[in-house]
């Protein structure tokens, strides 16, 4: 079966685990590895796929939500772990990957280009409190699709590649006010508050608001926190930056929140505006 275009799903999204399948409906790469291989095989074979279709795993960061189960992709499965020195350094020293890393390291320069399974990929840096952190765009069959997650602070490349985005995941993590009145410790709201923690839902509308452009199609909000957000306050709270410029979700443009453990739809990326609003 020839390849027919860009798939795109979820399989979870928040500090549970993180990991997403991009690619087509023969080959791709998963982006990060955060549940289980057990887990990620499932969702693969929803999709009638299975690890001999994945070309590699590109990692974002070094914190176990992203990286749980890179050992066993790697080194039992077979599967090159793709990221920066700096990356595959962190998650050397990180307790949470039980099975070392050792013919599967795959290696990077931020900011280079490179090809794999057919895609072009690129990376910048993210602020956030890991060994380092990438946003990654991945350009393939006429069309860019931008991941933004684990986001302290926004910086001026972030904001560049989101006005150059057809396909975005970006992290919505929390609402400010239900954080700083929840029932979190006093340093573990100022680590997600600070520059080097979390991207509120106020300041995820904020950049879509600032850089919205006429070949955005699709937005679909990430890493989500149980204890600090809800989906539906997430979703309005980014659709009312939106339509402060015009813009209707539904209309012009796709958006959702991910869910935390339940693997999303299989989305189909291309020049249209996906349907089904939530």
Known sequence: MAEKGLIFRCFASGSSGNCYYLGTQERGVLIDAGISARQIQKCLREMGLDFQNIMGVLVTHDHADHIRAVGTLGERVHLPIYTTAEIHEGIDRNYGVREKLRTSRRYFQKGVE???????????????????CLGYVIDGFGQR?????????????MESYVRTANHLVIEANHDEHMLLNGPYPTYLKERILSPRGHQSNDTCGAVLERNWHEGLRNIWLCHLSLENNEPE????????????????????VYLRPLDRLTPSPVYVLNEQVIQDVK
Request: charge should be negative.
């Open 114 to 132: 490179w090809e794999l399974a057919g895609l072009k990929i690129n990376t910048f840096g993210i602020s956030h409190d890991s060994t380092d």
């Open 145 to 157: 699709f931008v991941i933004v997650t684990d986001c302290g602070c926004v910086n001026d490349e």
């Open 233 to 252: 306050l997430a979703y309005e709270t980014v659709r009312g930056y939106l339509e402060e410029i015009g813009i209707e979700p539904g209309k012009d």
